[in-house]
């Protein structure tokens, strides 16, 4: 959100990478706005935009929770010598982080003066100032327009001011996920998993270092300033940005947990039998038969569940939940595989807790074997 001067994008092609790859990340922080705001954000009060030139005073009272949503909403109103007021919050002080995927799911007004803003500032913005403390902004939108942009700022060798960006369009009255991907080598821009930037940070490449210390993040709605300008369109004011979540995730160690299925703690109107493929299964399952298994999750975080399952005609369907039936974590549909032991291997993501825990298979629909699970990140 800081810019100082026309936003350029960079030439040198020593700051592209290559294509992307999957990772497996574990959650370590969100905020899911359910009823409030989290403590660790820490609102900004103030005109101008820090050098923007912005036309709105930004106050606490333009963050508020609606229908599980943060809204910063921009109004036409005088207040502080400004005639417009808006909302900017940060982590700085309170949480930051080094390397993650930073996520959002967001919906903006694209209403003409209007900037809305989702981005992360180094940890050391107050010993070095900016740019040299390094800018991420994951998603920022002006005016009307249908495109999103997503950049970086640092400081030059040379002591200027150093910008990369790229930009996808899209539906920004839609809400959509804004991420990024930052390690050690890239950052990576995506929105709804898709990528379109990246740029390369191996060992400070194009001075920039400033990407390998911690960041924290921001979100706000500015209203006019140097780059969207200053017309405003009174008239559409106030203006919302809703903010269904934030969430970061970093690297963990690797999981996978195998659990034979007859290896059950407890269950309902379920057999087993040999199986073709070595030791046994579970089958005879009919529609709210269920089985509960004992598991330790070393992580909270996203996971990919896996279940090796046979069906004759298919048409059952798994639901994963916490044995005793809440919460309930997903469910996936068993296919046609032509046997009673013809094996495939089905699976869908769901958000699981740390810890000793029980989880259970229920059968919403039942006529599927089912010879083990597993749960994998």
Not at 106 to 123: C, E, F, H, R
Request: glycine letters at 12%; a negative charge.
């Amino acid at each position: 959100m800081m810019r100082l001067r026309t936003l350029l994008v960079t030439s040198a092609a020593a700051l592209l990478g290559h294509a992307a790859q999957a990772q497996s990340w574990q959650l370590v922080w969100s905020d899911e706005f359910n009823g409030s705001i989290s403590p660790d954000w820490v609102f900004e009060t103030g005109g101008g935009g820090w050098g923007n030139n912005e036309l709105e005073y930004y106050r606490k009272e333009n963050a508020t929770v609606e229908n599980g949503n943060l809204v910063i909403t921009a109004k036409k109103e005088d207040f502080g010598g400004y005639h417009y007021t808006s909302a900017r919050m940060k982590t700085q002080g309170t949480r930051s982080w080094k390397y993650g995927r930073m996520e959002a799911r967001i919906k903006l007004p694209a209403v003409q003066g209007t900037w809305p803003g989702w981005w992360m500032l180094g940890n050391n913005i107050a010993s070095v100032g900016w740019p040299a403390s390094g800018e991420t902004d994951i998603m920022e939108q002006i005016n009307t327009g249908g495109t999103v942009y997503g950049s970086v700022h640092w400081q030059a060798a040379n002591g200027s001011q150093a910008d990369y960006s790229n930009n996808i369009g899209t539906t920004p009255t839609d809400y959509h996920v804004y991420a990024v991907e930052w390690d050690q080598d890239f950052i990576k821009w995506f929105v709804d998993g898709t990528q379109y930037n990246q740029i390369q940070i191996t060992n400070g490449v194009g001075n920039t270092q400033a990407f390998q210390n911690p960041f924290f993040l921001l979100l706000n709605m500015a209203v006019g300033g140097n780059w969207p300008g200053f017309t405003i369109n009174d008239a559409a004011l106030p203006a919302k940005m809703y903010v269904d979540y934030v969430r970061v995730y970093q690297k963990g160690t690797p999981v996978s947990i195998q659990i034979e299925a007859e290896n059950y703690a407890v269950m309902s109107g379920i057999q087993t039998e040999p199986c073709s493929e070595g030791g046994q299964d579970v089958g005879w399952i009919d529609a709210n038969d269920w089985i509960v298994w004992n598991v330790n999750i070393p992580v909270a975080g996203t996971y990919t569940v896996s279940y090796r399952v046979a069906s004759l005609n298919g048409g059952g369907v798994i639901q994963l939940e916490k044995a005793g039936g809440s919460p309930v974590y997903g469910s996936v549909s068993v296919p046609k595989t032509g046997g009673w032991q013809n094996w495939t291997t089905i699976s869908h993501q769901v958000t699981l807790p740390a810890g000793q825990q029980q989880i259970a298979v229920k059968a919403l629909a039942g006529g599927y074997n089912i010879n083990w699970l597993k749960i994998a990140n």
